[in-house]
């Protein structure tokens, strides 16, 4: 079936965040979606940020502009969003995003595409076949750093880490 009319949401958003956010912050962040890949421009692309209002997630989250900002503020701490002013300098704190007019949110989701990675399409390789096995590296290597060094007493462990201090 082909949907008109709908906004595509990563994957990424339900596999790995969905149990982390509360929410508040499933409401704001599926908001941001909306409003940038929600939107297709002339040229056939799907908008990156976009220009939001407090009075804008009020009305379509429902939610208080105290919860709105605290909210938005847990959503760039957990690094999903991205707050910028509309030369695009980062505004992290509320302090820096007060009084501002154009503030623009965009969707910070590191999504398998972006990354280019190939979920599902590596080969599994026996352990034998491998160049690092865990017996040569590490097990042999501890055996020969044991049989080299003696034992020493606490006293001597101490003074080997006031050393090391100073």
């Known amino acids: 079936m082909n949907y008109k009319q709908t906004t595509q949401i990563p994957n990424v958003v339900f596999d ?6 509360s929410f508040s912050e499933l409401k704001i962040l599926l908001y941001i979606l909306r409003q940038t890949y929600g939107w297709i421009s002339k040229n056939g692309k799907r908008k990156k940020r976009d220009r939001i209002t407090h009075g804008q997630f009020e009305t379509k989250t429902g939610l208080s502009r105290r919860i709105i900002s605290s909210t938005i503020q847990s959503l760039i701490i957990k690094q999903l969003i ?4 509309y030369k695009g300098t980062l505004l992290h704190y509320p302090s820096e995003r007060k009084g501002k007019v154009g503030i623009y949110y965009a969707p910070n989701l590191q999504t398998y595409a972006d990354n280019d990675i ?8 026996p352990m034998q076949n491998r160049v690092y096995n865990k ?5 042999l290597k501890r055996q020969k750093e044991l049989s080299n060094n003696k034992r ?3 006293w001597q462990r101490m003074q ?3 050393q090391s201090r100073i």
């Open 152 to 154: 020493k007493s606490d």
């Open 82 to 85: 991205t707050v910028s002013d």
């Open 135 to 139: 017996t040569n590296r590490t097990k």
């Open 118 to 125: 190939k979920v599902g399409k590596k080969k599994h390789q």
């Open 160 to 162: 080997e880490i006031l």
């Open 16 to 21: 790995k965040h969905l149990n982390n956010l």
